[in-house]
């Protein structure tokens, strides 16, 4: 049983019944849609038959009512329709098992997700309802536009002959008085005159004077831009003079120890006299 004969089977049941029970995959429904506004409330859709797929399990005798379709399409006994059946929908199974999808000439596509729920998406022009044949969307434009131009040409024609609705109505009808002569039409009474609109005065935006930037003279320049004078004695100069210093005391440190066996008698000589001398000898 090939895939096409399955979808033709499906399509001819469906049209005639709310439901067609398939075994062992799943149940086709079809439910009435109401008359719906497009996406941008311009058309008025006519109401329609929605078809729609929900997997469940479903027993053999069931689904006799497909079997006995698939004997009167195909001319087969009941068991080769069971046997014919069966290898299709698990053909059916395998494709949607693998590749996620697969096509029902006809009728639209059977989709499966990574949970592998199946469900069903009909074509775009799947018509399963016989009862709406000759229903066709409705503009909502064109009918507003038939109407304006009904009013725009009755008003036109007003305008035209300067006659108002209410007078047409007078003009039409001639009643006799009690003399049995026709009474004569009153006077039209003068139009009011139509007053030109006034629109308001626009005043131009006045824009706020901007003053041109100053710029400052060549001497200001230059008595900016001259670098003031850097002080005698900088930080850097006293940190100069104060490690200069501690080295010469380092020095005369070292000199002093070194030194001071051979530096004594000199020493002596400038602190002490000669008798203190002789005295400290003793």
């Not at 009755?154 to 009808?173: I, K, P």
Request: glycine share 6%.
């Amino acid at each position: 049983m090939e895939i096409n004969l399955f979808s033709q089977c499906i399509k001819e049941l469906i049209v005639e019944n709310d439901r067609v029970d398939v075994p062992y995959l799943g149940t086709f429904s079809a439910e009435m849609m109401p008359a719906t506004y497009s996406d941008r409330q311009t058309t008025i859709d006519p109401p329609y038959r929605k078809m729609s797929f929900h997997k469940q399990p479903v027993s053999l005798e069931e689904g006799r009512l497909l079997l006995n379709k698939v004997c009167e399409l195909a001319g087969v006994s009941m068991e080769q329709a069971g046997v014919e059946l069966g290898w299709c929908l698990s053909r059916l199974s395998s494709e949607l098992e693998g590749r996620k999808i697969c096509k029902l000439p006809g009728l639209g596509v059977m989709r499966a997700n990574a949970r592998n729920e199946y469900y069903f998406v009909p074509d775009d022009k799947l018509d399963i309802w016989p009862d709406g044949i000759g229903f066709e969307p409705v503009s909502m434009k064109l009918s507003e536009k038939v109407e304006a131009a009904g009013s725009d040409s009755g008003a036109d024609a007003s305008e035209r002959f300067g006659v108002s609705h209410a007078q047409r109505g007078s003009l039409s009808e001639t009643p006799e008085s009690s003399t049995g002569q026709p009474t004569t039409a009153p006077e039209s009474e003068p139009m009011p005159e139509v007053k030109p609109e006034v629109k308001p005065e626009v005043k131009p935006e006045v824009k706020p004077e901007v003053k041109p930037e100053v710029k400052p003279k060549l001497a200001e320049f230059e008595r900016v831009m001259e670098p003031e004078p850097e002080p005698v004695f900088t930080l850097r100069t006293i940190r100069l003079i104060l490690i200069v210093l501690l080295v010469l005391v380092v020095l005369f440190i070292v000199a002093s120890y070194l030194f001071t066996d051979a530096m004594s008698p000199i020493l002596d000589r400038l602190l002490y006299t000669r008798e203190e001398l002789e005295l400290l000898r003793r």
